[in-house]
């Protein structure tokens, strides 16, 4: 079966760390474009750090960028995201996603919900508390 598999959401304080892992099952990452969303009740899911089938270009919102990195280990299948200096702005469910079609120089456009077709996490909660 065919899924992704998310762990390391939490509960923090601002300031705090916080690294999200998601586990590829039954799949390589290998050749994926590869996401990091999130999103709040009563608005729309939003991109939050993306990189290209290639792993060599990554884009990052401006909410996000210079705090968040984005990482991926082929070897073990999985997909992180390092949060650090967290906002209570940063309150989320967050989803990794997977997208089948080759990407490079991977921009905003790309980095959209909508253009991931592949395969979705079940999400996870991070919590920043003021």
């Known amino acids: 079966q065919v899924q992704l598999v998310e762990s390391g959401g939490g509960l923090v304080q601002s300031g705090e760390s916080l690294t999200l892992s998601c586990k590829a099952v039954?799949?390589?990452?290998?050749?994926?474009?590869i996401g990091w969303f999130r999103q709040v009740p009563g608005k729309e899911r939003e991109g939050v750090s993306c990189?290209?089938?290639?792993?060599?270009?990554?884009y990052y919102a401006d909410s996000v960028k210079d705090r968040f990195t984005i990482s991926r280990d082929i070897a073990e299948s999985t997909i992180y995201l390092k949060m650090n200096n967290l906002k209570p702005e940063d309150t989320a469910v967050y989803y990794c996603?997977?997208?089948?079609?080759?990407?490079?120089?991977?921009?905003?456009?790309?980095?959209?919900?909508?253009?991931?077709?592949?395969?979705w996490g079940q999400g996870t909660q991070v919590t920043v508390s003021s």
């Open positions: 996603a997977t997208d089948p079609r080759l990407s490079r120089d991977i921009g905003p456009q790309r980095c959209d919900p909508g253009r991931f077709v592949g395969t």
């Open positions: 990189i290209d089938s290639s792993g060599k270009s990554t």
């Open positions: 039954g799949f390589t990452l290998e050749y994926y474009t």
